[in-house]
């Protein structure tokens, strides 16, 4: 069966290029990035894993650690990062897991055979430092993701964990927050949102970001 958001993200043991890990002991008390290409030496997981390189610092920022997989070997990965960092004036920073085995694969249901026979999708999976599954995004091969809108999902998963708020449609941080229906309190209301609030409709209330 899928993986479901709260499901607890499976512990693992695989290869990398960067030699064997042990995924719970590896993601530590970070929030983890898990994210699935089909093939090494393909064009669009080239440009993927690239940009992903260069996102480093955003990671740190965010206490987020990125791994990628494909079915491919670790000779493979090994051969294939100089071309992306060739051809992405970057520096792979990150591993890439070698599931030849398919372990991670089926852990994480990342192979959908009705759109690509034997090679994984690209899955993401969103982890939280207590090992859920907090957010999934599944593209097909021929698409690239967009890593500027994982990092925005990761800023609204810390936001919203952290305060009682939601994020709109197209929220970017800074942007003003949605303040959850369930609060109405007036008192809790002014101490936790002492910039203040407007009320659009009784359910639809807006704040600036609270920790902005
Ligand atoms: C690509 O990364 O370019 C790609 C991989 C598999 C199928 C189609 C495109």
Redesign the pocket.
């Known amino acids: 069966m899928s993986l479901r958001l709260g499901d607890t993200a499976p512990d693992f043991t695989q290869e990398s290029n960067e030699g064997k890990i042990h995924f719970y002991e590896w993601a530590g008390k970070s929030w983890v990035v898990l994210f699935s ?3 090494d030496f ?5 440009t993927e894993l690239g940009y992903t390189a260069k996102l480093k610092a955003e990671f740190e920022k965010r206490g987020v650690k990125p791994i990628a997989v494909s079915v491919d070997t670790v000779e493979s990965h090994k051969g294939w990062i100089p071309d992306i960092n060739e051809t992405q004036s970057t520096a792979v920073n990150f591993p890439i897991l070698a599931d030849s085995d398919r372990l991670v694969a089926g852990l994480y249901d990342m192979i959908h055979p009705n759109a ?1 026979a034997n ?1 994984t999708v690209r899955s993401v999976f969103i982890i939280d430092p207590g090992k859920k599954v907090r957010a999934t995004i599944t593209y097909p ?2 698409t690239g993701r967009n890593f500027d809108e994982i990092l925005r999902v990761i800023d609204s998963l810390q936001l919203t964990d952290n305060y009682k708020v939601a994020t709109p449609v197209n929220w970017k941080n800074g942007d003003d927050v949605i303040i959850v229906p369930a609060l109405k309190d007036e008192a809790e209301l002014k101490q936790r949102f002492p910039k203040g609030y407007k009320v659009i409709k009784p359910y639809l209330r807006v704040t600036p970001q609270p920790n902005k």
Do not use: I, N
């Open positions: 290409h089909p093939a393909t064009p669009v997981c080239t690509l090679l091969a021929s």
